[in-house]
């Protein structure tokens, strides 16, 4: 069927009632497929082409492999009378299809009718195939683009008495992936669902809000900037909520299919993984080139991250938000990782809340998802000060230790430089993980030697320096990877160049066979925005 026909939105007032024949029947409900298929009226549709923005059906075209999607509902109409030849498909296209060849489940937003508001109707329908995803394992794709509840349906006491009527509606177990696309205004409904994703893609100019910029300048009586509101700035630097920007359409439904790739179909299965023999190394070389061996100079850990897994492979999440940390999924190997590094490019690498919480959220998806999880680390600890207490950073450090230690995945951490105090065991030091390898530059401690210094001894380098230096170089004695390794704090002390190779041997070993690499999924219910 042509997901993109738009015949004239009246065929179906052209057949007369009261149908006999089969071939009668059979031109009725051509006509009233036809209808459906037409949304919002050609009118509509060339605006939203002349934007380059795509309609809901043309979306589900680009998401799916060709011809894979069938539809469940298109004959749903608005429940009042007066709106029913107004509202083909009821506003939200709901149905089945596939993404290389796995069965996932799509609600696509039609904002060319009746704004995509919610209603009676079409909740049934979301609420249907929510239940279909879940008892069948195949991920839920929720394409946003809503102005929220239907006005005047939702009005009364009468409306409010039919909402609520879904004690679950709104719970996460992480049985299934859930992935949500924001590609417009998305208020309401598609608000909510976005927010209890595993993975949101934003397209620019988009905007997501629990209510319209229109809505809240009424409500606090002064003008109110859009972008500011809901904008995908905000959610990508400073909420957390969005994991990739992007900036049309294709880019955001390109972007589904690719972390799709990473994920299992459900929980109870393992991550997919690509033929180990397509598997491209880098030059395990370059990493003595990219991270220098002097700690007081910085570098990208992104870079490192790409110069150990397979070539082209790092898919990086929330990366403007909490940049101290680093969180994306990879492959090794061919087989589907988790990574999560602290980042000396930004503060340091020192961890604050942000960094806390983008860490914490994503070991949860990966726990629900049977992923291993990588830890590179080089951090200086948490980072101190008033704005992190503010923020109340001593929560969200244990918040993610927490997530650590319900982690039930493989876990394995490689120390590069620098692992100091409580930041030491939240990124897998010790038995938080089940293998540790530090690098041959690798040093750790419960802080850095030269703070150490001043703390024991009340000295600055500036009072005096030769003792200052002295005093340091007896505190570093015992932090080398080696000390480390002698204590078996690590498990191994490798070079640099071999990170890769120990990696995907130590994976191999902890493959938690015996599960058969499911997990205990203990963090499955945990909130979603932490």
């Not at 011809?67 to 009378?81: I, K, N, Q, R, Y």
């Not at 089945?96 to 937003?109: D, L």
């Not at 110069?307 to 790092?314: A, K, L, M, R, T």
């Not at 990696?503 to 066979?513: G, N, S």
């Amino acid at each position: 069927m042509n997901l993109t026909s738009t015949p004239a939105p009246t065929a179906a007032k052209a057949v007369a009632a009261g149908l006999s024949s089969y071939e009668e029947q059979r031109a009725h409900l051509d006509a009233r497929v036809l209808d459906a298929l037409a949304m919002g009226g050609e009118a509509k549709l060339a605006k939203r082409r002349a934007n380059g923005h795509l309609n809901a059906r043309e979306r589900i075209g680009h998401l799916l492999d060709a011809g894979t999607f069938s539809e469940t509902g298109m004959l749903a109409v608005s429940v009042l009378p007066a709106d029913r030849d107004a509202s083909p498909a009821d506003a939200k296209i709901t149905g089945t299809g596939r993404i290389e060849g796995r069965r996932v489940a799509v609600v696509s937003n039609d904002m060319t009718v009746m704004g995509a508001s919610s209603s009676a109707v079409n909740m049934r329908k979301i609420a249907r195939l929510k239940e279909t995803a879940t008892r069948n394992g195949m991920p839920l794709v929720f394409l946003g683009e809503s102005s929220g509840s239907r006005v005047p349906d939702s009005l009364g006491a009468e409306a409010m008495a039919s909402a609520g009527q879904d004690p679950q509606q709104y719970c996460r177990r992480r049985e299934i992936p859930w992935v949500s696309a924001v590609l417009g205004p998305c208020l309401g409904s598609s608000t909510w669902y976005t927010c209890l994703s595993d993975f949101v893609v934003m397209r620019k100019g988009a905007f997501l809000a629990v209510s319209s910029a229109r809505v809240t300048s009424l409500a606090i009586g002064e003008a109110v900037d859009p972008e500011e509101l809901g904008g995908w700035k905000l959610h990508a630097e400073q909420t957390g909520l969005v994991d990739v920007f992007v900036s049309s359409d294709e880019e955001a439904l390109a972007a589904i299919r690719r972390f799709l790739s990473y994920l299992p179909s459900h929980a109870g299965l393992r991550p997919p993984s690509l033929p180990a023999a397509d598997a491209v190394a880098p030059d395990g070389e370059k990493l003595l080139e990219l991270v220098p061996s002097a700690r007081s100079k910085t570098y990208d850990m992104r870079k490192v991250i790409a110069g150990i897994v397979d070539e082209g492979s790092f898919f990086n999440l929330k990366d403007r938000f909490g940049r101290a940390a680093v969180t994306g999924l990879a492959r090794l190997n061919g087989d589907s990782v988790g990574i999560v590094a602290s980042n000396p490019m930004f503060k340091g690498g020192a961890m604050d809340p942000d960094a806390c919480r983008k860490v914490t959220s994503f070991l949860v998806m990966c726990d629900s998802f049977n992923i291993p999880v990588l830890f590179l680390v080089d951090t200086p600890g948490f980072l101190v000060g008033i704005e992190g207490e503010r923020k109340a950073a001593p929560a969200h450090i244990m918040n993610m230790i927490h997530a650590v230690q319900l982690c039930s995945v493989p876990k394995l951490s490689v120390i590069l430089r620098k692992s100091y105090g409580q930041a030491y065991i939240n990124m897998g030091g010790g038995r938080n993980s089940d293998e540790v390898a530090a690098w041959t530059s690798a040093d750790a401690s419960f802080m850095d030697p030269q703070i150490g210094v001043s703390v024991l001894h009340g000295i600055r380098r500036d009072d005096d320096p030769e003792r200052f230096d002295q005093l340091q170089a007896e505190m570093a004695r015992d932090t080398s990877a080696y000390a480390l390794a002698g204590a078996f704090g690590v498990q191994v002390v490798i070079a640099p160049q071999h990170t890769r190779a120990w990696l995907i041997d130590a994976l191999a070993t902890h493959r938690r066979d015996r599960d058969g690499g499911i997990g205990a999924h203990e963090m499955r219910s945990w909130p979603t925005y932490i």
